[in-house]
């Protein structure tokens, strides 16, 4: 049950021994909680403090309940693209249970989002291996390949981005195009590499083997963990863009610049609990290096409609996770 592997979760965050951490002071056994609560009830503060509320939530007035119902709709559907894409990595393992790895991976998501420096990101290896048995090892692999699908598809958004354009030399899109089709080469290299293993001891052979489980099998499996990872990330981009341009972001190329920037800010190391901060720095810096107007009347509308836009990407994980609760099935089957 994914309640068992919460808890396997927080046991492994807070040391060794379930008995040993059950001695300290609740507020130490619960520390990343707290101070994620903090420092969102402190956001909100920040925000009454510099925009105020009302006004915030007039500004989604003003876009009407029609487009954001249905950026809130889109949004969640990528994380349908996301369960199924581990679904296509490991289709033995979970055969038959998509409903459990949708709502795993809608839980694991709202982790992310809201534990600070990427803690959440080890909720997945240990989700994985609670529900479906797996092997922290294999696990987390798969897990490190997806996140070099991400970060290299939002990297290669932002450099067609900065292509774009009459001005733009050639050989600036053939290190496009270089940069676009790298992971190929890259994923051929993958058995030499782990041909390699044969050398290492037993032990370490067995580990290795774990880690290879948790790679693409075969060159068309990797081209459509690829071509997921590029649905996923192009349809979320396109409508935080959308949402940003509704907002009064512009010209277009800045409402995509900023789209990527909150993105790019979400799956770097560096990340605040909930993306509280660097998630809205992360839209204004893009939307000013994509050529929004640097003025202090203009930073004022875009450092409103990043909040805003933050403010949506939270509320669709929220919504994300009420689903997760109401496909909560009363037994281990679907």
Known sequence: ?????????????????DTDASRRPWIIRNRMGVMTVAVVIAYGGFLQWAFGWPVLVAQFGEIGAGPLSLALVLLVATYVVRGWRIHDYFPRETKGAFRRLLRLTLVHNLLNIMLPMRAGETSF???????????????????????LFDLHALLAAGGLG??????????GWALWLFFFVAPLPAFALKRP?????????????????ELERGMPVDRAAFLRAWAATALNWGVKVLVLAWVLTLMG???????????????????LPVHAPGGVGTYPA?????????????????????GKAAVNAHLLILLSAIVGTGLAVLMA???RKD
């Open 125 to 147: 290896p240990l989700l994985m291996r609670a529900e479906f048995g797996m092997p922290l090892a294999r696990a987390t692999a798969a897990l490190l390949v997806m996140r």
């Open 329 to 331: 099935p009363g037994s």
């Open 282 to 302: 992360g839209i204004v810096a893009g939307g000013l290096s994509f050529g929004a107007e640097p003025s202090g009347a203009f930073l004022a509308v875009l």
């Open 162 to 171: 900065l292509v774009l354009g009459a001005d733009r030399p050639v050989w």
């Open 193 to 209: 590499l782990f041909d390699l293993a044969g050398r290492l001891p037993t032990r370490l052979q067995a580990l290795v083997a």
């Open 1 to 17: 049950m994914l309640e068992g592997a919460l808890n396997n979760l927080r046991a492994h965050d807070y040391m060794n021994s």
């Open 249 to 267: 972001v512009h010209p277009l190329s800045a409402s995509f610049g900023g789209a990527l920037g909150g993105e790019l800010s979400s799956v």
